[in-house]
């Protein structure tokens, strides 16, 4: 059998080869269909590395797209950050806030030290500042109050007799704590006779043969709201009383309430000196 000689496609090489014999190309044939059988079996053999999963957490993209404005080969400065630069001269540094001026007025001691003798987490109560506790009752009535003092209240104060005022009687300090009222009445002795009902009027008759004398009404006394009662004579160291009453030498006394006021005459033709008395009453009380 001659040689033949073809050209053959070698898939795993990705070339054509050049089969010398029936053989090889037969072999060569075989091995292709091996091939297409597993390509159809696995797939499309990845070409790429977007052809496969990622599941190790390969970096796709970059986290950092820049740096100060800044890519590729990035080189930055003092400048690019907004500092001095390392030969810039730097002052001590201060350690103590003694060292800064105090400008800001800034506090450098406690204007307070203590709060009534108390410092730390003070806590005062109303004692501690002289005061009473908001629990204090403060009183709002005199009741409330202990009467130390002894003011009168309306319980020491006597009622008002009820009792009608005695009308005379011996005289008594009484043991009776209550009083009387201002427009209590005490009632008329009709026993006795009112005080300015009756006035008396003195005089004396000198010896005359005809006598006849007047004298003033007393106050509250008028001609009409009075009569003579009775004239009273001294005669011979006795009085004798009525109304044309026997005076010495037989002669009588009179009197009467006249307009001019009591006049006092007799009806002898001699008479006397003698004393007496006339006797007025008031008929309107």
Not at 10 to 18: C, E, L, M, S, T
Not at 80 to 100: K, Q, R, Y
Not at 220 to 241: A, E, Q, Y
Request: with cysteine.
């Amino acid at each position: 059998m001659s040689e033949r000689f073809a050209w053959i496609y070698d898939p795993i090489a990705g070339v054509k080869r050049w089969v010398a014999d029936m053989w090889s190309r037969r072999h060569i044939l075989t091995l292709e269909n091996d091939v297409s059988n597993l390509q159809t079996a696995v797939g499309t053999i990845p070409t790429k590395t977007s052809d496969l999963i990622n599941d190790s957490g390969f970096i796709t993209s970059a986290p950092v797209a820049s740096v100060n404005g800044q890519t590729g080969a990035v080189t930055l400065d003092a400048t690019d950050v907004g500092a001095l630069p390392d030969t810039t001269p730097i002052p001590t540094v201060p350690t103590n806030v003694s060292a800064f001026t105090n400008d800001a007025g800034y506090l450098t001691s406690a204007p307070v030290t203590s709060v009534n003798s108390q410092t730390g987490a003070v806590s005062l109560t109303a004692s501690d500042v002289g005061a009473l506790p908001s629990s204090t009752a403060i009183p709002s009535a005199t009741s409330d109050l202990t009467n130390d003092s002894g003011f009168i209240t309306a319980s020491d104060v006597p009622d008002a007799s009820t009792a009608t005022p005695s009308m005379d009687g011996t005289g008594a300090a009484g043991i009776s704590d209550d009083y009387a009222r201002a427009d209590h009445v005490h009632p008329h002795d009709t026993s006795k006779q009112d005080v300015g009902k009756f006035a008396v009027i003195d005089g004396n008759l000198a010896a005359s043969t005809a006598f006849s004398a007047y004298y003033a009404l007393p106050d509250g006394f008028t001609k009409d709201n009075s009569l003579p009662v009775s004239i009273s004579v001294l005669n011979s160291g006795s009085w004798r009383t009525g109304d044309g009453c026997a005076a010495a030498s037989g002669s009588r006394l009179f009197a009467e309430i006249a307009a001019s006021g009591v006049r006092v005459y007799n009806n002898a033709s001699a008479f006397y000196n003698v004393a007496f008395k006339v006797i007025i009453m008031r008929t309107d009380i």
